[in-house]
């Protein structure tokens, strides 16, 4: 059973930062493709980052790169977005996910597997 756990939301001034992180289990963690995503107040959902085996390959959206860094510690199954610079804009439900394919693996949200969620909010 696939298990992704996000902590670290919050609230943030702007220009400040926050760290999330998602703890996965009950999957071979190591040949996934993890993702973080956002669902604005009253919008769709957005891809923000991905990542595949280790880093691999990486993929930001364009509206956050160069402020956020996605990264994983594969010992611990844990996938991390370091957001710095925040605007009120990236507030946001923001999202984990899984997918065991490379093909998949990217910003479009084709993931199977999905965290609860945490809540980011920047005045």
């Known amino acids: 059973h696939v298990q992704l756990v996000e902590t670290g939301g919050g609230s943030v001034q702007a220009g400040g930062s926050l760290s999330l992180s998602c703890a996965a289990s009950?999957?071979?963690?190591?040949?996934?493709?993890m993702g973080w995503f956002r669902q604005p107040p009253g919008k769709e959902r957005q891809g923000v980052a991905a990542i595949y085996r280790g880093g691999s390959s990486t993929y930001y959206a364009d509206s956050v790169k160069g402020r956020f860094t996605i990264s994983q510690d594969r010992a611990k199954a844990t996938v991390y977005l370091q957001m710095n610079n925040l605007r009120p804009e990236d507030t946001a439900m923001y999202y984990c996910?899984?997918?065991?394919?490379?093909?998949?693996?990217?910003?479009?949200?084709?993931?199977?597997?999905w965290g609860q969620g945490t809540q980011v909010t920047v005045s």
């Open positions: 009950g999957f071979t963690y190591n040949s996934y493709c």
């Open positions: 996910a899984a997918v065991n394919s490379f093909v998949r693996c990217g910003l479009t949200g084709s993931f199977d597997n």
